[in-house]
């Protein structure tokens, strides 16, 4: 059984191909296109998904060494994500699947997140046990969630403002970097001070997150330092990232703590684009580790859009026979 995943929620235009579980190709063509804007634009984004679709899938299929008509079914990204984005994905996975006469699997774009971790490359790789926890840190959400199984998800807690891929980038803007500015900031805060620069962090109940307070504290810092020295961000730079790095962490983990607390889990994972970071990557190995629970911290290559874990998700619908009809529209918001 083959089945084909297709992502197109935001800037990444990426098809993979799983058989039984078990990952055969994942192409990724991302879209360079946005870094002079300092952010996605949503139709160059769409624009670029249209040039992208056909030949990433023909690569997807290539490398994973079958032909279309050998494909049992399609898994696509229904949302959340830019809605002129999704539009492209999940019509070309409406046609290619009235061509082949196959069933179709809607994703949601979160969900593949947290199941990502169960992409497995060779027969006997090991997956997360549930129930487990899964702290979700991308560019548009920052979650707690709380895995089940594979169909039942709930979120614990998530931002309710800026979610920490936006702490990231926004902050590496004030210090001119360019965008996306989270793996610039990766960068640098592995040569810089972390205890040098002190930014405020939220008082938010619960185990909701808020990373637009550190966004103005980080803001005021820099402003009132410029004023006294104009190669204030020059002569800090390492610095800077490295205490805003060590403070995001800080944020992130608090709640995690709180989490687990509440929830008793074995096993803790990790996704979305701000799980590649470093420093995010060893704090929450270490948490793990203090408190005997198993830590997944992702592949590189899957902690960004992807559509193995598109199809990873799609490859568990179809086990339990959830299949999506082609009036399915895409959705540009929702919860997990
Ligand atoms: O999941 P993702 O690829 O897509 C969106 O949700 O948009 O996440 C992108 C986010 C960006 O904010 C980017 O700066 C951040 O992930 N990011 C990082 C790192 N790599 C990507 N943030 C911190 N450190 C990194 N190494």
């Not at 999704?86 to 069933?103: D, R």
């Not at 979120?155 to 926004?170: R, W």
Request: hydrophobic share 40%; aromatic share 6%; with cysteine.
């Amino acid at each position: 059984m083959y089945i084909l995943g297709i992502e197109s929620s935001c800037d990444d235009t990426s098809a993979a191909v799983i058989s039984d579980g078990r990952l055969l190709s994942n192409v990724i063509a991302s879209q360079k296109v946005h870094e002079r804007y300092g952010g996605v634009v949503p139709e160059l984004a769409s624009r670029a998904h249209q040039e992208n679709i056909v030949p990433v899938v023909s690569e997807a299929l290539r490398e994973a060494g079958i032909s279309k008509e050998e494909l049992s079914a399609i898994a696509f990204t229904r949302g959340p994500g830019l809605l002129g984005s999704l539009l492209v994905g999940t019509s070309f996975a409406k046609g290619l699947s009235i061509a082949l006469s196959i069933p179709l699997i809607d994703v949601n774009h979160l969900h593949g997140h947290v199941l990502s971790h169960f992409i497995r490359r060779n027969e006997g790789d090991e997956v997360p046990e549930f129930p487990f926890i899964c702290l979700l840190i991308s560019g548009g959400n920052s979650q707690i969630v709380l895995a089940r199984s594979e169909n039942d998800m709930e979120i614990l807690g998530k931002t309710i403002d800026d979610a920490a891929g936006e702490a990231f980038d926004k902050c590496a803007k004030l210090m001119g970097l360019p965008y996306p500015g989270g793996p610039h900031i990766d960068r640098l805060a592995a040569e810089g001070d972390p205890d040098k620069f002190k930014f405020a962090k939220p008082h938010i109940p619960g185990l909701d997150y808020s990373f637009s307070g550190l966004k103005t504290s980080f803001l005021y810092t820099v402003r009132d330092e410029l004023k006294k020295d104009p190669d204030f961000i020059e002569k800090n730079r390492a610095d800077l990232a490295a205490s805003l790095q060590k403070t995001i962490i800080e944020i992130l983990l608090d709640k995690l703590g709180k989490a687990v607390k509440e929830h008793t889990v074995k096993h803790i994972a990790i996704g979305g684009g701000v799980s590649a970071n470093s420093g995010v990557r060893q704090a929450v190995k270490d948490f793990c580790d203090k408190r005997g629970i198993r830590a997944w911290i992702p592949e590189r290559v899957f902690t960004t859009d992807n559509a193995a874990m598109v199809a990873q998700a799609g490859f568990f619908k179809m086990k339990t026979g959830e299949f999506c009809s082609l009036e399915a529209p895409p959705y540009s918001r929702v919860s997990i």
